[in-house]
């Protein structure tokens, strides 16, 4: 039986995060999404009418949905990342609301940083302002494929295209100048409902999807299964039962690519080589995997395998490196220096590293750069040179999220300090091309990339 086209859609999962300055309406939207999708239970539903009317409102305030915690109901703003799971006919979703407030970035880059969708939302009274440019920034420096302008509170500007045009155009120049891939501007007004779930009676003068109609239908991510082979080894399994007396398996979450029974890969950082003899999933043995699922995979010979090690196809295997210059968000209060000695922490690896020099911190106001600043601060976003004690097989984050990212640990608590991604930051543009220069390239622009 083949499979349609509706069923294949409600198999796929999109992780999205929502952004933007504060009161910008993140909460509210998020909530009239879950609403109007019919994604809230009755109790919730009833415990936000009660809390509503509690604070002499009318009509149930739908932020109150995802503001948990009590002083973000206090305050009226988000402080924490909530996230959210819901389902539609066509789609399974995970959301991220992040906070709006400046001193929170390091809470919107933990929202982002496995989003494969930003909605950066703007108040149409204000247009485009710095916060809105602070969160593109941070969109393009994740390399967030797909990003979402949502010009909200068309309902105070009397829903006048001209307000929406100006601020789409606007902030499309500047995010399509930060290399994002793919902007969708929509007007809407989550409060009235406008254009979130259903399309607006209001704006007769946009044809574009609804917020809900673009996220069901926009590609999930790009495709893993075509990705370079990876699969950091979380555990060894040796039963040593008479059933299995010389099972030795592998087992790990692979995170991007496949791998196939016969296959030549190497294992790193060791780079001894052999080749696949079974693959068991959940239990049975198949021919082949593919990301993401966790597997337990066999060697042909018996080499030294431990966790913490990264099995990979042997055509495509990545360098192993001590020295790693990476784009970092700093999440911790206490600040990263040079000099600091840190534990880093690479897919299932942990090794002990030092800092050996912070070349530039990034403002991300402007994106002008600060030069060699000495340390970070808490939500600073800046450039590190990293020496570690034992060689890493790593991947430029621009082609892996998962093995070109990594965090660094305070070694005497534990405590998360910062959150890495190798290589390059700012994707570079592609120029359009002209009759002159069919494969012309442009200089573009990378954060010291």
Partial sequence: MSTTTEELAATTLLRFATA?????GKSTLVGRLLHDSKSVLADQLEAVERASASRGQDAPDLALLTDGL????????????????????RRRFILADTPGHVQYTRNMVTGASTAELTVILVDARNGVVEQTRRHAAIAALLRV?????????MDLVDYREPEFAKIAEEFTAYATELGVPEITAIPISALVGD?????????????????????????AAHDLSHCPSRLPVQYVIRPQTPEHPDYRGYAGQIVAGSFRVGEAVTVLPSGRTSKVSGIDLLGEPVDVAWATQSVTVLLEDDIDVSRGDLIVPTADAPATTQDIEATVCHVADAS???????????????????????PSRLTLDDLSLHPHPGRLV???????????????????YADSRRTGSFILIDPNDGTTLTAGMIGESFATPEPAKT?????GKGDGWAFLG
Avoid: C
């Fill in 20 to 24: 933007g300055s504060v009161d910008d």
């Fill in 70 to 89: 009590r002083a973000e109901r206090e305050q009226g703003i988000t402080i924490d990342v909530a996230y959210r799971y819901f389902a539609t006919a």
């Fill in 145 to 153: 494929p797909h990003v979402v302008l949502a010009v909200n509170k």
């Fill in 195 to 219: 254009n979130v779930v259903e399309p607006s009676a209001n704006m007769d003068w946009y044809g574009g999807p609804t917020v809900l109609e673009h996220l069901e239908t926009v590609p």
């Fill in 336 to 358: 990263l220096t040079v000099g600091h000695r840190v534990l880093l922490k690479h897919g299932t690896r942990t090794v002990k590293a030092i800092v050996k020099d912070i």
């Fill in 378 to 396: 808490a939500n600073d976003i800046g450039r590190v040179k990293i020496r570690t004690a034992e060689p890493l097989p790593v991947d430029s």
């Fill in 435 to 439: 009759e002159d220069d069919d494969e």
